[in-house]
T-cell receptor, first 113, second 111 residues
Framework: KAGVTQTPRYLIKTRGQQVTLSCSPI?????VSWYQQTPGQGLQFLFE???????NKGNFPGRFSGRQFSNSRSEMNVSTLELGDSALYLC????????????FGPGTRLTVL | GQQLNQSPQSMFIQEGEDVSMNCTSS?????WLWYKQDPGEGPVLLIA?????ELTSNGRLTAQFGITRKDSFLNISASIPSDVGIYFC???????????FGTGTRLKVLA
């Protein structure tokens, strides 16, 4: 069974631009969660989607948004990029019911110049 | 909000030594997960724990789900250089679908 895939792996943008990241979960998994990881802040939860609906949300500004498609693939969008948005963005998938293991993708390294 | 305290934050050990790290929570968790992350990569799931008191091994790794359901520990026996990385605990609080992550333990092994 293929693992979680994320595209692109690396991305360089400039301030003010917007970016869209993509995540394909493990086949059969219906939940996709997104995290931002920076050296100083560790893993910060952005949001979680289950069956095309946002089920949980972290404490990030509205510039961060996401969506999930009927095939469970998910996208995350960041608008009006700021220097502080430079981070490793990780997505993780799970079956979506309680007490499930969560599996991570390799991440997308975003650099904002 | 809910927080996970993970300790130690970092540690240097000699190759061959045993390592122990732990996580504590202010609330009850239904599931504990332990991950290892190498630089620039996503965390890899090492061990999952589902019951209070459960002790589970994966090779040289052993993890336990605390009886109070508010803590968990991970032991690595006979450490080797490839054990270097950041280890995260993650908890799944009762009644939620949102994982809470510890701040990580950075392990460095001296050959």
């Amino acid at each position: 069974k293929a693992g979680v895939t994320q595209t692109p792996r690396y991305l360089i943008k400039t301030r003010g631009q917007q970016v869209t990241l993509s995540c394909s979960p493990i086949s059969g998994h219906r939940s996709v969660s997104w995290y931002q990881q920076t050296p100083g802040q560790g893993l910060q939860f952005l949001f979680e989607y289950f069956s095309e609906t946002q089920r949980n949300k972290g404490n990030f500004p509205g510039r961060f948004s996401g969506r999930q498609f009927s095939n469970s693939r998910s996208e995350m969008n960041v608008s009006t990029l700021e220097l502080g948005d430079s981070a490793l963005y990780l997505c993780a998938s799970s079956p979506g019911t309680s007490d499930n293991e969560q599996f991570f993708g390799p991440g997308t390294r975003l650099t904002v110049l | 909000g809910q927080q996970l305290n993970q300790s130690p934050q970092s540690m240097f050990i000699q190759e061959g030594e045993d390592v122990s790290m732990n996580c504590t929570s202010s609330s009850i968790f239904n599931t504990w997960l332990w991950y290892k992350q190498d630089p620039g990569e996503g965390p890899v799931l090492l061990i999952a724990l589902y019951k209070a008191g459960e002790l589970t091994s994966n090779g040289r790794l052993t993890a336990q789900f605390g009886i109070t359901r508010k803590d968990s520990f991970l032991n690595i026996s006979a450490s080797i250089p490839s054990d270097v990385g950041i280890y995260f605990c993650a908890g799944f609080p009762s009644g939620t679908y949102k994982y809470i992550f510890g701040t990580g333990t950075r392990l460095k092994v001296l050959a």
